[in-house]
């Protein structure tokens, strides 16, 4: 019985500190990711260089993640590979900043390589991660839980992406100084994360019963299965997306002359959104199954660029960004739940490292692209980018309509419709499904967690207990402590009337 009081603890502290760790994280994201392009503004960068600014960090980002799963092999710990990775990212902000100080011919080629580096130190731990969180947290409660924690994220990288924002509007005649507190932040956030990720406790590491094993493996034959296609999606999704994505900041502070606190402003409109409907989708998706979700927020992707064309006044602008948060929030929550679902543990590694290296080539060669037609496409309502919008869309339907059909879950769900994913009355356990928890107090038991810990002990402790043992005292107290829980539908085998 110690022993599952200890790993209950240890179980929910590690909710806990992987929430405060992601937290951290978020918080030097929100100082950070939506202001690097502006930085190489400051420092007078080209539409092009703005591009490679994007794609070259990705593709060494890509190239990098196919070492990841070695590396976690060799170290046979997957902290190993994480803290050092993490430790390391957190001080090349200051080589990125020391760039503005860099001879003016040198500014942009030194950024682009410095932030390439970070880029990677950032990533570089990301398959052990996922690895080890999908052996944390259990699949059932995945969608609650990552979206949960994605919602917590989210509020803290918007929060600090007013702050980043403001700091920058302030020190507009002397911008360098914001930029210095914004990277030196970063640092310091990024610290926090550390201290959290060495506070929790790895779970033993599966390791794989063919040792020589090799991700490219993987590629072969990556079209036949039903995990390689959904790969394959993602990687077409981000590719498309990002012929337009980097040069959203460059058409509002370029083109339409916003300035850094309207951009700012309409940025984080989008991460607001995300925050407000992560956990919509995320129980949704544990009901219904990530495969569900994914079709709808797959076809409202492509809609999102083409938006763009219908104005260009503040307010529409915000409602766009809306509508992004919504799309985006459930897309990428079920993209990564549905990766660890359907990857074997002894092998998730290897394949969290070839998402992230196809995603992350993806994402290079998408800039690419884009910075090529930036310069070439004709104008649309007066504006180039505006065409280049319209190409990601057109580019981004025919991705998901093409695959989308391909790809089946992985899980036994029930089948639901679309307006009854949407807006229908679904429940799970009895429970209301769709009731958003609260962001203060007992975070973790809005989730059920602490309660399915309990319930976990409790079915441990009286699996396979005779009649006589269930109405000993100590066990009735207990059952019926699990009754005004709201337990005890746990404990019932379902009858042949209860499965639908």
């Excluded at 994220?153 to 980043?164: G, K």
């Excluded at 040792?211 to 498309?240: D, E, Q, V």
């Excluded at 951009?263 to 919509?280: D, E, G, K, Q």
Aim: hydrophobic share 50%; glycine share 8%.
């Amino acid at each position: 019985m110690a022993t599952t009081n200890s790993e209950s603890k240890q179980f929910n502290k590690n909710l806990k500190y992987s929430i405060v760790d992601g937290s951290a994280h978020a918080a030097m994201l929100g100082l950070t990711q939506d202001y690097i392009v502006p930085f190489a503004l400051a420092l007078k960068a080209t539409t092009a260089q703005v591009g490679l600014l994007t794609s070259v960090p990705n593709l060494a980002m890509a190239l990098s993640q196919l070492a990841a799963p070695l590396l976690t092999e060799i170290a046979g710990n997957r902290k190993k590979i994480i803290l050092p990775a993490v430790m390391l990212h957190a001080f090349m902000w200051m080589p990125v900043l020391l760039t503005a100080f860099v001879p003016p011919g040198l500014r942009i080629a030194c950024l682009i390589a410095n932030y390439t580096f970070t880029v990677v130190l950032g990533a570089l731990g990301n398959p052990a991660w996922g690895s080890m969180m999908a052996d944390i947290v259990p699949q059932r409660i995945r969608g609650r839980y990552f979206g949960f924690r994605a919602r917590i994220c989210n509020l803290a990288t918007l929060v600090f992406s007013f702050i980043a924002g403001g700091t920058l509007q302030f020190f507009t005649a002397n911008i360098m100084t914001g930029f210095t507190l914004l990277f030196g932040g970063a640092t310091l956030f990024r610290l926090i994360s550390w201290r959290f990720l060495s506070k929790m406790h790895e779970p033993p590491m599966i390791i794989q019963d063919s040792p020589n094993y090799h991700p490219f493996t993987l590629l072969k034959n990556i079209g036949a299965t039903n995990l390689g296609r959904f790969i394959i999606l993602i990687a077409l999704i981000n590719l498309t997306t990002n012929i337009a994505s980097p040069f959203f900041a460059v058409y509002m502070l370029r083109d339409l002359k916003f300035s850094y606190g309207t951009y700012v402003i309409i940025t984080a409109a989008a991460t607001l959104s995300n925050l407000i409907f992560l956990t919509f989708w995320g129980r949704r998706a544990d009901r219904a199954g990530n495969i569900a979700v994914l079709r709808i927020t797959a076809m409202l992707v492509p809609v999102i660029p083409l938006m763009w064309l219908g104005g260009s006044h503040f307010y529409y602008l915000i409602f766009v960004q809306i509508v992004s948060g919504f799309a985006w929030s459930g897309f990428n929550l079920v993209s990564t739940n549905f990766l660890y679902g359907a990857t074997p543990p002894e092998k998730r590694t290897q394949y969290i490292a070839i998402f992230n290296a196809l995603n992350g080539g993806a994402i290079c060669f998408g800039a690419i692209i884009g910075g090529f037609l930036a310069s070439h496409l004709p104008a649309i309502l007066g504006y180039r980018m505006l065409t280049l919008f319209t190409v990601s869309g057109v580019l981004r339907f025919f991705a998901a309509a093409i695959l989308l059909p391909r790809i089946n879950e992985v899980r036994t769900v029930p089948l639901t419709s679309t307006p009854e994913l949407l807006i229908g009355q679904l429940t799970t356990a009895g429970k209301r499904a769709w009731k958003v928890p609260r962001m203060v107090r007992y975070p973790l038991s809005t989730l059920g967690i602490d309660r399915m810990s309990s319930t976990i002990n409790l079915r441990k402790e009286l699996r396979g207990a005779p009649g006589n043992e269930l109405r000993r005292p100590e066990n009735v107290t207990k059952i019926e402590k699990a009754k005004s829980k709201g337990l005890l539908m746990i404990q019932k085998t379902p009858s042949s009337t209860d499965k639908h």
